[in-house]
């Protein structure tokens, strides 16, 4: 089914066939500006680390190899 034009309805202006667009001037980029880049640093942690990060673990003498207390009479 072909759409038909509405005779009785006035052309709302501003709905014309729109004029093709010129293209724009093309601008150059700004030249990039390098940061100065801050020199990372080792922080020292709270407790002594092995090579891979990890805290050393330490003998205590109040825990069990799995880490619960161990009970003592007094």
């Known amino acids: ?3 038909k034009k509405d005779n009785a309805t006035f052309d709302l202006p501003g ?3 729109a ?3 010129e293209p724009e001037a093309k601008r150059a980029p700004p030249p990039r500006v ?3 880049t801050l020199k990372q640093e080792q922080l ?3 407790e002594p680390t092995d090579t891979t990060g990890l805290p050393l673990w330490v003998r205590d ?3 069990d190899l799995t880490g619960l ?3 003592k009479r007094d």
């Open 15 to 17: 709905f014309a066939p």
């Open 44 to 46: 020292e942690l709270l």
């Open 69 to 71: 207390p161990v009970w």
């Open 34 to 36: 390098r940061r100065a």
């Open 61 to 63: 003498d109040n825990l």
């Open 19 to 21: 004029a093709p667009l």
């Open 1 to 3: 089914m072909r759409d």
